[in-house]
């Protein structure tokens, strides 16, 4: 825990200076996966947002679904989730800008390079939006090198990087930019934390906000007992 300690801490100077001329946001996550075999997998996750440094809470979000290993390097899933975005200016300052409920299938691709591991994630979301029904397309390319010594058949350290785009079947097209650069502490076989820094620009749209993020994740990993053997996931992480 110490070793973590240390960039939270550091991050945090880092802002009280940064944050005079940027406003970093807060991002938070906590997400539970259940392995049930080597295939098959749950997940049940929660995000809260700020638009300031944990002030101006505008955004939450709660989201489930399950995966499925169709081979070594392909991953499908299907999730679905609420979506609650509000006015900026304060914390969950009413009216909402979007009350939304999504559907999404998503496929994700594996390659690995020695211990880098390259992924590109397809996402098609299905959302009913309080501004009516929408289509969005994501595409997310990244990659995530493990490090350290090894602990049993995990490493305790991993960076990792993203950059993922959004765009929609009607004008203007492209709707958001989102890169990630994250750093991953494994105290254990079922536990990592994750720091991380992300970028969002926006293109003229009214239910989410561009800006800088500090990112805090907790990512829990379940075994059945059965399947304890289970490839510890070592992907890189969702948002």
Known sequence: MRILFIPILSICFFN?????????????????????DEKWSAFGETQLRS?????????????AGINYKAHK??????????????????NFVLPKNNDEFRLWPQVILF???????????YRA???????????RFRYRFGFSYPFGKAQKDYKPFQVSASNEIFFTNKEPY????????????KPSKATTFQIGYI??????????????FLQIGCYLELF????????????????
């Open 51 to 63: 638009l300031k440094f944990y002030n101006n809470f505008h955004y939450y979000e709660y989201k």
């Open 199 to 212: 970028q969002q620009f926006d293109y003229k749209i009214n239910d989410e906000v561009g800006r800088d």
């Open 224 to 239: 059945r007992k059965q399947s304890a053997n289970t490839t510890i996931d070592t992907d890189s992480k969702d948002n």
């Open 73 to 90: 390097h392909v991953r499908l899933t299907l999730g679905a989730g609420s979506y609650q975005t509000y006015k900026e200016g304060g």
């Open 111 to 121: 390659q690995s390079i020695g211990q880098l591991k390259i992924e590109q994630r």
């Open 174 to 185: 492209f709707e958001r930019n989102r890169f990630l650069f994250a750093f991953n502490y």
């Open 16 to 36: 009280n200076t940064y944050s005079q001329a940027v406003d970093l946001g807060s991002w938070n996550i906590i997400n539970v996966k259940y392995n049930i």
């Open 125 to 135: 979301e299905f959302r009913f939006t309080s501004n009516g029904y929408r289509n």
